[in-house]
C-alpha cells in the first residue's frame, strides 16, 4: 500500500463547477497535510496546509481533513481553466521525521 | 521577496559524469530540502538539512549522492558516476520550521538528462 494514494484522474470538470481532489494517507499519526498545484513544466505551488479536522478555506479553495478515516480533500469552486493543473497532495512524515510524502498527483482539466 | 533559486535550470550530461547542482532558499528558512521527480510521479524526499547538518538522508538512493549546505544556506546535491536513471527534475524546497507548521516552498527545479 502506498504511504498516500490519490486517483491519478485526468479529471475533468466543466467551467464553474466544483472540483473534487481526494487523498488518503497510510500512516494515522501523520499531522501535517498539504495540496500543491504544479503546472505542466513547472514546480508544485503550496496551495493549501491544513492541521486540524474539519474544514479550512481560502478563497475558492477549501481544504477537508478526516484523521478518522485518514482522508483530505480540496475542493475549488467556480473552477476556472487557469486552475488546470496537476494537483499533489503530501503529508508530513511523522515521528519527528520533516520530510513531505506525496501522492502521485491527480491532473485536473477544467473545460470552458 | 525572492524564491527558492537553483542553477542551472537545465543539465545534460553523458553517463559516468559528475554533476553539481545548487540550490539558494529563502531568505531566513533554516530548513533545506532535495527532492527528486520523475514524470508523471509526485517528488520523492532525498535529504533534510537543518542549519549545515544534515538531518535525514534517508531518501538518497546510493552512496553516488552527497549533498552539503556548508553555511547554513546554499546547498549543494553532488551527484558522481551520473546514470541514465538518474534523469529526472531535481527540487529544492525550504522552509522555517516553526513548530508543525513546516511549509515547504519549492524552486523551480534542475532537470537533469543523462545521455
Known amino acids: 500500500q502506498k504511504e498516500v494514494e490519490q486517483n491519478s484522474g485526468p479529471l475533468s470538470v466543466p467551467e464553474g463547477a466544483i472540483a473534487s481532489l481526494n487523498c488518503t494517507y497510510s500512516d494515522r499519526v501523520s499531522q501535517s497535510f498539504f495540496w500543491y498545484r504544479q503546472y505542466s513544466g513547472k514546480s508544485p505551488e503550496l496551495i493549501m496546509s491544513?492541521?486540524?479536522?474539519g474544514d479550512k478555506e481560502d478563497g475558492r479553495f477549501t481544504a477537508q481533513l478526516n484523521k478518522a478515516s485518514q482522508y483530505v480533500s480540496l475542493l475549488i469552486r467556480d473552477s476556472q481553466p487557469s486552475d488546470s493543473a496537476t494537483y499533489l497532495c503530501a503529508v508530513n512524515a511523522p515521528r519527528g521525521a520533516q520530510k513531505l510524502v506525496f501522492g502521485q498527483g491527480t491532473r485536473l482539466t477544467i473545460n470552458p | 521577496g525572492a524564491g527558492v533559486s537553483q542553477t542551472p535550470s537545465n543539465k545534460v550530461t553523458e553517463k559516468g559524469k559528475y554533476v553539481e547542482l545548487r540550490c539558494d532558499p529563502i531568505?531566513?528558512?533554516?530548513?533545506l530540502y532535495w527532492y527528486r521527480q520523475s514524470l508523471g510521479q509526485g517528488p520523492e524526499f532525498l535529504i533534510y538539512f537543518q542549519g549545515t547538518g544534515a538531518a535525514d538522508d534517508s531518501g538518497l538512493p546510493n552512496d553516488r549522492f552527497f549533498a552539503v549546505r556548508p553555511e547554513g544556506s546554499v546547498s549543494t546535491l553532488k551527484i558522481q558516476r551520473t546514470e541514465r536513471g538518474d534523469s529526472a527534475v531535481y527540487l529544492c524546497?525550504?522552509?522555517?520550521?516553526?513548530?508543525?507548521?513546516?511549509?515547504?516552498?519549492f524552486g523551480p527545479g534542475t532537470r537533469l538528462t543523462v545521455l
Open positions: 531568505s531566513g528558512h533554516t530548513a
Open positions: 524546497a525550504s522552509s522555517l520550521m516553526d513548530g508543525a507548521y513546516n511549509e515547504q516552498f
Open positions: 491544513i492541521y486540524s479536522n
